[in-house]
């Protein structure tokens, strides 16, 4: 099955057997049926160490409420078996890519096996039976969608649709309870978002308020919604009760007139979903924006079936050299172009690979030091070897050639108020395109990222992973090299334009992986192509599989073990180099983040606004305090 998102990235690199299990990213979403039940879909990213054996979400105070339909899967599509009782005292390896459901004296548990250490995604589908009730005046509901247990989210995201993407701010309100975050109704979904990583304790309380008529819940509550289950989540919060609507004596249902009977093909449809569980297409069915991304990329649709269709991965052909001339910019964007796309269609293989931002300046630090302008010294200090990095004063090459013309745009030009960087606007993005014009391709960018290092190793001119993140606590120089970390998001989540992509391009970005992934396998090389060697490295970094690689090329030709700086280079990148390949990473994506005065007091505006509608149950902050009498909750992690 499918992943929901392309790719979020994880801000660290770990190894897979770091000793604790954390939960990086935790993104929800629930799609609102027409009986009152709601579709959930979760996307856990997590790191995974040698702790512990299952992951569990607890489901306590359900009342009338059911959970049913439980899926599983992971990052490698696999399905996973499906256990009705679930044995909590077997071993990692017993329970390893197996599901179930674990009864407890408070309610009901959904558990699954942790499998592998390591990044890790887990892809988890159930349905939640009355969870919108019909009250006398409302229809609605206050749940508990995630209570942080052991191993509290770091980021947490919840949408909430309903058939048509028909929410809006006429038919219904929102308020938020038990985290320090935003909420909104927007784009005809309801929209959550916390801010920062949460702390065990704390909730994504949601009390949602529906016009009647918009849904038919089948569970019916006597008594009005507002008194019964609105006064108790408000009373105690920071909201204002009066702006809330509480304190008024005769308060009137929305009057608006019910919404025509939806489309029966569409409703066979939303049937069909939830009896196999697949929410992921439920929402990419939902979602109007993807469906206008997809039907602009036409041609590129086009391409994609063509060259990929009804194939598997091992069917694809091998390419035997660095593909695009070794265009590693462009190869990222072909390679994002695809899986963005193949996210939408069907009997497109998985690759299993995508393009990272991390793996890019893995790759970049590579070549830069097969090409001498990094050198690796050992320097002792208080008795220990230490590893440093002498950064060769950068030569800037002639500007031309930018990538960014060839790039689709949309997703990254629009500014987003939901956005943690909301002082990121159009304006800035523009800016940062023209300062660095002529150098967005790979000369240009190798020698922006050589500049960085450069500035910040000093007057020594030898680099320390800490000396690049107490560089970037100035100011002046995070508003310097800003525009340098904006390129390289944008370079990161663009994807080609309609009639960019090429098939040739696709069959050598894809074969040449394909090619690396299998080389002890494909037999051995002629010594005289050895001069190429480096830069299969290079794309064996930007693939990620760099080590594997290494380790192939010591199988096949045990001879070039003994060239110079080849894979002595790959295994300071994997053991020496590490420290300073994450520096740069989180180094680049906090300065991203950087604001001016001028933004900051833009922000601050903006907040204010929000501060003065957030009892109207539309866009604005969350409360901490509040969320009486919810439904649901428990906890969740692992264990």
């Given at each position: ?46 790191i ?16 009338d ?40 004296d ?14 890790r ?7 939640l ?10 229809d609605?509901?206050c ?27 006429e038919?219904a309100?929102?308020?938020?309870f038990g ?7 927007r784009k ?45 989540a408000l ?26 009977e ?20 439920a ?11 997809l039907?602009?990329?036409?041609k ?12 598997k ?46 793996l ?12 001498g ?27 031309g ?48 990222v050589?500049?960085?290092l ?24 995070c ?7 904006i ?7 663009g994807?080609?334009?309609?009639n ?41 970094a ?13 199988k ?5 073990a ?18 300073l ?15 001016t ?27 901490y ?15």
């Amino acid at each position: 099955m499918k992943k929901f998102f392309a790719g979020c990235l994880l801000s660290l690199i770990v190894s897979a057997t770091m000793a604790q299990n954390t939960l990086e990213k935790l993104d929800l979403w629930v799609v609102l049926e027409p009986d009152g039940s709601g579709i959930v879909g979760e996307e856990r990213h997590a790191i995974i160490g040698e702790q512990g054996t299952e992951g569990y979400i607890a489901f306590n105070n359900m009342e009338d409420m059911q959970v049913v339909g439980l899926a599983v899967d992971d990052e490698d599509d696999e399905d996973y078996i499906f256990e009705e009782e679930w044995d909590i005292e077997r071993t990692r390896e017993e329970k390893a890519r197996r599901c179930g459901f674990h009864r407890t004296d408070e309610g009901v548990e959904i558990c699954w096996g942790l499998g592998e250490p390591g990044e890790r995604t887990y892809n988890i589908y159930y349905k939640l039976t009355n969870l919108v009730q019909a009250f006398d005046d409302y229809d609605g509901f206050c749940y508990s969608f995630y209570e942080a247990g052991t191993s509290p989210a770091k980021e947490m995201t919840l949408h909430i649709v309903c058939h048509h993407d028909s929410l809006t701010l006429e038919n219904a309100a929102v308020w938020a309870f038990g985290f320090e975050g935003y909420k909104a109704i927007r784009k005809g979904r309801c929209e959550i978002v916390v801010d920062g990583p949460m702390k065990q304790g704390e909730a994504v309380i949601i009390l949602l308020q529906l016009q009647k008529g918009l849904l038919n819940p089948v569970s019916k509550v006597k008594g009005s919604f507002t008194e019964t289950v609105k006064r108790k989540a408000l009373e105690g919060s920071d909201y204002d009760l009066e702006d809330a609507g509480l304190d008024e004596e005769n308060m009137d249902p929305f009057t608006m007139a019910a919404p025509e009977e939806e489309d029966t093909e569409y409703g066979l449809l939303i049937a069909i979903l939830a009896v196999v569980g697949i929410v992921g297409y439920a929402v990419r069915e939902k979602n109007k924006e993807e469906k206008t991304y997809l039907e602009r990329q036409a041609k590129n649709v086009e391409i994609l079936n063509e060259t990929l269709r009804n194939k598997k991965l091992d069917d694809l052909p091998y390419y035997r050299n660095p593909p695009l001339g070794g265009n590693l910019l462009l190869s990222g964007i072909t390679l994002n172009t695809v899986d963005r796309l193949s996210y939408f269609l069907d009997n497109i293989p998985d690759l299993k690979v995508k393009f990272e931002l991390r793996l890019l300046y893995e790759a970049l630090i590579l070549r830069l030091i097969y090409k001498g302008q990094i050198q690796v010294v050992s320097e002792t200090q208080n008795g220990k070897i230490q590893k440093l990095f002498r950064i060769s004063e950068p030569a800037e090459p002639a500007r031309g050639g930018d990538l960014t013309a060839s790039l689709n745009n949309e997703r990254w030009r629009t500014e987003n108020e939901m956005d943690k960087n909301e002082a990121i606007g159009s304006t800035v993005i523009k800016n940062a395109i023209s300062e660095n014009r002529g150098l967005i391709n790979d000369a240009g960018i190798e020698y922006l990222v050589q500049s960085l290092l450069y500035a910040a190793a000093g007057q020594d001119h030898l680099l320390q992973p800490k000396e690049l993140e107490d560089y970037m606590t100035n100011d002046a120089n995070c508003e310097e090299w800003r525009p340098l970390s904006i390129v390289l998001d944008i370079l990161a989540e663009g994807t080609l334009k309609n009639n960019q992509l090429k098939k040739d391009n696709v069959t050598q970005v894809v074969g040449f992986f394909r090619y690396l992934k299998d080389f002890s396998l494909v037999g051995e090389r002629n010594l005289e192509e050895t001069a190429l060697w480096k830069e299969f490295l290079v794309f064996a970094a930007f693939y990620g599989i760099a080590d594997k690689v290494s380790k192939d090329m010591k199988k096949v030709a045990p001879d070039v073990a003994s060239m110079e700086g080849l894979l002595q280079s790959v295994q300071l990148l994997y053991e020496d180099f590490l420290p300073l390949t994450t520096s740069l990473y989180s180094t680049i994506r906090t300065v991203h983040s950087y604001q001016t005065a001028s933004e900051k007091a833009a922000l601050r505006e903006k907040e204010a606004r929000r501060e003065r509608s957030r009892s109207s149950g539309g866009s604005g902050r969350s409360s901490y305090s509040g969320g009486g009498g919810h439904r649901g909750g428990g906890g969740s992690g692992f264990r």
